[in-house]
């Protein structure tokens, strides 16, 4: 039996064989095939269309009419998928770090992305224009916002004869309003519980211990002042990891007293903020990444800035980790430090002259690491 796929839409489990087949052409659909089709190829059934293969399969789960259709891009079952689910809390800047770090990946000695869809593409490039041609902020996450990021990823470095290895990349970045509730959207509690990564997005300026140690110049171009007065928002890392917890608990059967098995990074943004005052503290994690000068991932180095991470959050937030620890595999939970533009913003909206993010590679490149898409020492 093939292994079944996930939409990228309604986020529900497909098996292949029995996905829908659309022409473009005539707007047929196709709703069961032929064992001949199958053998075949499937062929559009209107008369006079020059079609030789219907190419688009689309989800029978989405499909109502032909006014609705939610094209199932074919990488979803040639390559080996690996779903990301990027929560990023109030204000912590997770749409900025992703668009950033897709665009160093893009960058990096021996690695080829490449968007799938249309929408992904397209919202990249605006997001792109946004920040490295204009200088300024794009705008947050909305809440209850579903569409994936679809990206084909090449590893010529681990090229063998004419085959290149490759994985398809199925991003959900979530807005941290919609994981704070106890009662979560249905297709969102389908996003957590049907990824196999997950990256929160953690604003350190949320912890008190932390946002008071910097003078008011230090951060005063950050939009902590503007949130902090709501309770909703105060220390809502908490609420979200403890609420995705729960899901994930009840979806996958998985006992309180067990801790939930999985690859958790946890990145802290807006790191440049504290680089000077806490040298001591975080000599590694103000220190550029080695990994692309390497040209394969640096596991030691990965571990030096976990231990430094987890100790400094522990110093001003130790509830903080403590929930984490209760709830996920330590082993397979890392700490990171990143600073998406490497500086504060000028302004509420204007950002600095030079964009020159800091170590936002590190947490993808041990995600992918671990699942062997790029090598490791």
Not at 53 to 75: A, F, T
Not at 156 to 169: A, D, E, R, Y
Not at 218 to 240: C, P
Not at 271 to 285: A, E, G, Q, Y
Request: with cysteine.
């Amino acid at each position: 039996m093939a292994k079944k796929i996930l939409c990228p839409d309604c986020i529900n489990r497909v098996d292949p064989q029995k996905l829908y087949y659309y022409c473009r052409s005539f707007g047929e659909v196709i709703e069961a095939i032929t064992t001949k089709e199958k053998k075949n190829g499937v062929k559009c059934r209107t008369d006079g269309c020059n079609n030789a293969h219907i190419i688009l399969q689309i989800c029978p789960y989405c499909y109502k009419n032909e006014n609705d259709i939610n094209i199932i891009p074919n990488e979803f079952i040639d390559c080996d998928t690996i779903n990301l689910n990027l929560i990023g809390g109030n204000c912590s800047g997770s749409t900025n770090y992703l668009h950033i770090m897709l665009n160093e990946l893009s960058i990096m000695n021996g690695i080829v992305t490449t968007p799938i869809t249309a929408q992904t593409k397209e919202t990249h490039n605006t997001i792109y224009e946004d920040i490295y041609i204009n200088h300024e902020k794009p705008p947050p996450t909305v809440c209850g916002y579903t569409e994936s990021s679809i990206w084909k990823l090449k590893n010529i470095n681990k090229k063998k004869g004419n085959k290149v290895f490759t994985k398809l990349f199925n991003i959900y970045n979530g807005a941290g309003e919609d994981y704070c509730d106890m009662i979560i959207n249905p297709q969102i509690e389908r996003i957590i519980t049907e990824s196999n990564l997950i990256i929160f997005v953690i604003d350190p300026l949320e912890f008190d211990g932390l946002r008071n140690s910097l003078n008011d110049d230090d951060y005063q171009t950050s939009t902590f002042d503007q949130y902090a007065q709501s309770s909703k928002i105060r220390f809502n890392s908490l609420n979200i990891i403890s609420n995705v917890a729960d899901c994930i608990r009840v979806h996958r059967g998985i006992n309180n007293y067990k801790t939930i098995d999985m690859l958790v990074a946890v990145v802290f943004s807006k790191m440049d903020l504290f680089f000077d005052k806490f040298k001591v503290d975080l000599p590694n994690v103000s220190q550029i990444n080695p990994h692309n000068r390497l040209g394969h991932f640096d596991s030691k180095d990965c571990e030096i800035v976990n231990k430094e991470m987890r100790a400094w959050i522990n110093n001003f937030a130790p509830s903080f980790i403590t929930l984490l620890d209760a709830n996920f595999n330590a082993k397979k939970c890392k700490f990171f430090g990143i600073s998406s533009y490497g500086s504060p913003p000028k302004s509420e909206i204007e950002l600095p002259n030079e964009i020159l993010p800091h170590r936002v590679l590190d947490p993808i490149l041990w995600l992918l690491a671990e699942k062997g898409f790029i090598d490791k020492i």
